[in-house]
Nanobody, 128 residues
Framework: QVQLVESGGGLVQAGGSLRLSCAAS????????MGWFRQAPGKEREFVAA????????YYANSVKGRFTISRDNAKNTVYLQMNSLKPEDTAVYYC?????????????????????WGQGTQVTVSS
């Protein structure tokens, strides 16, 4: 069974930074890409960023482009989300997810339904 465990969330002031980690494990873990999503109270889960394991190619939502950076460590099966210049509207539970299926372009990465495994989430709160 694939397991994804997020860590690194917390409370930070606006303008601050946090780094989230997502460690993947399982007997045959071999996903094509990893994604980060977030969900604020009363809102739908939304795409934040994704990265292809093999090439390291990143994809970002417009709302975080230039402020967030996704990266991966293949040897550790771990994906990171470096979040800088945080804003109160970034407050949400952040989830990492594994996509097993190949995707040829940006269009498929933001789709929640395209991911096969999800972590339990980590809370990020940005105070103003």
């Amino acid at each position: 069974q694939v397991q994804l465990v997020e860590s690194g969330g917390g409370l930070v002031q606006a303008g601050g930074s946090l780094r989230l980690s997502c460690a993947a494990s399982g007997p045959t873990f071999s996903s094509y890409a990893m994604g980060w999503f977030r969900q604020a109270p009363g809102k739908e889960r939304e795409f934040v960023a994704a990265i292809i394991w093999s090439s390291g190619t990143p994809y970002y939502a417009n709302s975080v482009k230039g402020r967030f950076t996704i990266s991966r460590d293949n040897a550790k099966n771990t994906v990171y989300l470096q979040m800088n210049s945080l804003k109160p509207e970034d407050t949400a539970v952040y989830y990492c997810a594994a996509r097993m299926e190949f995707c040829s372009g940006y269009g498929c990465y933001p789709a929640v339904w395209g991911y096969d495994y999800w972590g339990q989430g980590t809370q990020v709160t940005v105070s103003s």
